[in-house]
């Protein structure tokens, strides 16, 4: 079956930068998009980068454009998200979702597999 597993959070001073990695499992194909989304607590889910695959269409919410890139490795079903110039306020469990729709989207209804997250903190 599909999984997908994310790393890379960790403890990161105001300004600083992390690099999560998401990998992909249990499919045939290469067709497909991936979604970054993170949840602070308290907070609603919030999508923040999108890509499909292979094509490497990309989007951003606002609040992080200009701060995150998101980007892919196909050979190895692999999905990043770079995190630059991190503020407080990016603290939050980040997960990756899959949809084998191609679709650039925030809407966290058309994902159909979730990764189990991975904590980033950005703290002084």
């Known amino acids: 079956q599909v999984q997908l597993v994310e790393s890379g959070g960790d403890l990161v001073q105001p300004g600083g930068s992390l690099t999560l990695s998401c990998a992909a499992s249990g499919f045939p194909h290469g067709y497909y998009s991936i979604g970054w989304f993170r949840q602070a607590p308290g907070k609603e889910r919030e999508g923040v980068a999108c890509?499909?695959?292979?094509?490497?269409?990309?989007d951003y919410a606002d609040s992080v454009k200009g701060r995150f890139t998101i980007s892919s490795e196909n050979a190895v079903a692999t999905v990043y998200l770079k995190l630059h110039s991190l503020k407080p306020e990016d603290t939050a469990v980040y997960y990756c979702?899959?949809?084998?729709?191609?679709?650039?989207?925030?809407?966290?209804?058309?994902?159909?597999?979730w990764g189990q997250g991975t904590q980033v903190t950005v703290s002084s």
């Open positions: 890509i499909s695959v292979p094509d490497d269409m990309t």
């Open positions: 979702a899959l949809n084998f729709l191609q679709d650039l989207t925030f809407n966290s209804k058309e994902y159909d597999y």
